[in-house]
């Protein structure tokens, strides 16, 4: 068995989902990933983190979530995407 794959037995999600993205705002992408996340999961609680990484950079999306995962309850969940060009 892969115990890489198990979930800890004190992990519970908390419904959080955080989203850093190198998206932007001028298009329909952050609003079409919203949906597709409440698609399977409706009553998710969303947190836009930021979606100005500058693009491509992965360092900064790191950076901008490592100074932000913290202050969230234990059992959220955060989406970061960065296209690394």
Not at 66 to 80: D, I, L, M, Q
């Amino acid at each position: 068995m892969d115990s890489g794959s198990e979930t800890p037995p004190d992990w519970f999600p908390s419904g959080i989902v955080t989203l850093t993205t190198d998206f932007g705002l001028s298009d329909p992408y952050v609003g079409i990933m919203k949906g597709a996340i409440l698609r399977e999961y409706a009553s998710a609680t969303l947190v836009d983190l930021t979606h100005s990484v500058p693009p491509q950079d992965v360092r900064s999306g790191a950076w901008f979530l490592s100074k932000s995962w913290s202050w969230f309850p234990a059992g959220s969940v955060h989406v970061a995407v960065v296209d690394p060009g």
